[in-house]
């Protein structure tokens, strides 16, 4: 089967905490691609990271950071000392070698003051 | 400059209406989506174009036809419209063929409301 499970459906933190969205996705391709995006209340789709299966590095831009593990086909992303702006929907894909983009049911966060 | 833009942002009808929205994008892509979103928030694809050419249709009522002009545009009509048609309807596009491995760019939406 080929998908993406992210298990939390809504997580609510109070500002400055850390928190972690998880991703866990399942596929037999070799190559894949995986995505996160952020849906916040105003309802526009923001890109916020692409990562390709043989690129295993974590990566880091400002608070938000993305940990990819093969091993466990997870890539979860954390976003340290949250702010209210963070509070959104975020979305996990898979796009499989055949460009077939699987999508997750999104994370709502929530980010109280 | 809008990258995706897609009009109206909001649009409200009576069942069994046609209604169109219209998409544009000013990136340069090949390849062009139309996605459907709940109001679970769940995100479905329903159509794909690659330079003008349908690539992707998956089981969608033939009421929606997915029109496309040229590579910058990819409009969505829909006939007869129904009460379950009420969703919020996402144009996107990437680059490369099936949009390749590179990152879809989306409108902001436009939430149909069937009354």
């Known amino acids: 089967a080929q998908k993406v499970t992210q298990a939390q459906t809504e997580i609510s933190v109070v500002e400055k905490e850390d928190v972690t969205l998880d991703c866990v996705y399942e596929t037999r391709d070799t190559t894949y691609y995986l995505f996160w995006y952020k849906q916040p209340p105003s309802g526009e789709l923001v890109f916020l990271i692409r990562r390709n299966s043989f690129d295993e590095q974590n990566e880091i831009s400002g608070r938000y950071s993305w940990n990819f593990q093969k091993s466990t086909s997870s890539f979860n992303f954390t976003i340290t000392a949250s702010q209210v702006v963070d509070s959104a929907v975020y979305f996990c894909a898979l796009k499989r070698s055949n460009y077939q983009l699987i999508w997750g049911a999104g994370t709502k966060l929530i980010i109280k003051p | ?115």
């Open chain 2, 1 to 115: 400059d809008t990258a995706v833009s897609q009009t109206p942002k909001y649009l409200v009808t009576q069942m069994g209406n046609d209604k169109s929205i219209k998409c544009e994008q000013n990136l340069g892509h090949d390849t062009m989506y139309w996605y459907k979103q709940d109001s679970k928030k769940f995100l479905k694809i329903m159509f794909s174009y690659n330079n003008k050419e349908l690539i992707i249709n998956e089981t969608v009522p033939n009421r929606f036809s997915p029109k496309s002009p040229d590579k910058a545009h990819l409009n969505l009509h829909i006939n007869s419209l129904e009460l379950g048609d009420s969703a919020v309807y996402f144009c996107a596009s990437s680059q490369g063929p099936s949009g390749g491995n590179t990152e879809a760019f989306f409108g902001q939406g436009t939430r149909l409301t069937v009354v």
